[in-house]
């Protein structure tokens, strides 16, 4: 009787981790089903993605420029 009782635990066990794997695997999916709805949902209605070339930074003033002094000890010049 005792192989009887080593092969039904064995057995029982992969089924559980065979069923923790697939309810894992739908909250996965789940998941990104939901995250690609916001992203769609976003992009079609509210802010989406910006475009990189509509930059709200106004260009410098006269006599001033974008390059910034770097201090003595900085790996650049001008950042």
């Known amino acids: 009787m005792r192989p009887v009782i080593g092969q039904a635990i064995s057995s029982s066990l992969f089924e559980i981790a065979f069923t923790a794997a697939l309810v894992v695997g739908a909250l996965l999916l ?3 089903v939901i995250s690609l709805a916001m992203f769609a ?3 079609v209605r509210g ?3 910006k475009d ?3 930059s709200t930074a ?3 003033a006269d006599g001033e420029s974008e ?3 770097g201090n003595h000890d900085d790996e650049w010049d001008y950042y």
């Open 30 to 32: 789940v998941g990104v």
């Open 41 to 43: 949902y976003q992009s």
């Open 47 to 49: 802010e989406g993605m």
């Open 52 to 54: 990189p070339r509509e």
């Open 58 to 60: 106004g260009s410098p």
């Open 67 to 69: 390059l910034q002094e």
